[in-house]
């Protein structure tokens, strides 16, 4: 019973790796002995398996081996990236998805990692650069492309392509949202401020629904206050103002709230993304998360988000 187990795990994770690689496959050289052969496949066998139960470590140890075995394999390497981009190591991911993307330089999905590795390491610049080669294999990853724009200040050509989209295939309702916020235009300065009781607040929004500020005051007052405003108006947050990471944050506690634990998890962690050199905001996310992973009775989980929090304090 307990092989069978192991080898639908087996056949399940290979699926995907295949599947990941569209028609690729691992090849092995024509002089390697039968017995190496066997062996690598073990070993990456071994390699997949410490890597499905988050033992990545392990995972790149057995990899290794395979490198040994056979090296400049571009599956092995694709692999080591992988694994050392989910042990936040994006130095040793850049340099192995590098060394793979020398065997195939036009692979789609290894170029997706690239960009990956780049944000993470908020090179925004250069993951646009990468990306743009993807949008040459496949026009639909524009919507990718138009984040990055974003995430790196170019707003005029976030706008831009936007518009080159709708033309073309038309936009979702996120990315009308987005071109919608990118085109509004800044409070004046003689803007009264409102009164700081949430009725007033409120009110005053409503007749004018075009400041961040204010509507940032209501959910601040309201998460204390109001919890039926606090709700309603999170969620409006994020329908009128997409590209502001804060509002990510209140619908994400919004959500813990009212105990919708994944639908949190979802929101919170594309809100990350439109993080940019904020230290502070950034480990606010990571708070919630780990809470509501801790409320999913998913303590590994947890204590992977509040380690990210103490490598921001370094």
């Known amino acids: 019973m307990v092989k069978r187990l192991v080898l639908f795990v087996f056949f399940g994770l290979m699926c995907n790796l295949f599947c990941s690689f569209s028609q690729d496959r691992i090849t092995t050289a024509n002089n390697i002995t039968e017995e190496k052969e066997i062996q690598f496949q073990e070993f ?10 988050s033992n990545y470590e392990k995972a790149i140890e057995n990899l290794e081996i395979c490198n040994t075995i056979l090296p400049k394999n571009k599956t092995v390497l694709f692999e080591l990236s992988k694994n050392y981009l989910l042990l936040n190591r994006t130095i040793e991911a850049k340099e192995y998805i590098e060394l793979a993307l020398e065997l195939e330089p036009t692979n789609i999905w290894m170029l997706l990692h690239l960009v990956a590795i780049q944000k993470k390491d908020r090179n925004y610049k250069e993951a646009i650069k990468t990306q743009l080669k993807v949008v040459k294999k496949n026009s639909n990853q524009k919507k990718a492309l138009i984040r990055l724009y974003y995430l790196n200040g170019q707003y005029s050509k976030s706008l831009s392509l936007l518009n080159v989209l709708e033309k073309e295939i038309g936009l979702n309702n996120n990315l009308r949202k987005l071109k919608k916020n990118l085109e509004r235009t800044k409070k004046t300065s003689g803007e009264k401020e409102p009164k700081n009781d949430l009725s ?6 409503e007749n004018q629904q ?10 601040d007052i309201s998460i204390k206050t109001n919890s039926k405003a606090f709700y309603k108006y999170s969620e409006l947050a994020l329908d009128l103002f997409p590209a502001q990471p804060s509002v990510y944050l209140y619908q994400g506690k919004a959500l813990q709230m009212q105990e919708r634990h994944q639908e949190a998890v979802s929101i919170l962690e594309e809100g990350i ?42």
């Open 273 to 314: 993304d439109f993080v940019v050199d904020n230290p502070k905001l950034e480990a606010q996310f990571y708070i919630i998360l780990a809470e509501v992973y801790t409320r999913m009775n998913d303590p590994s989980k947890a204590m992977e988000y509040l380690q990210k929090i103490k490598k921001l304090k370094r």
């Open 44 to 53: 990456f066998f071994k390699a997949l398996t410490e890597k499905s139960i």
């Open 200 to 205: 007033s607040l409120i009110t005053d929004f």
């Open 210 to 219: 075009s400041s961040f500020s204010k509507l940032k005051k209501i959910l």
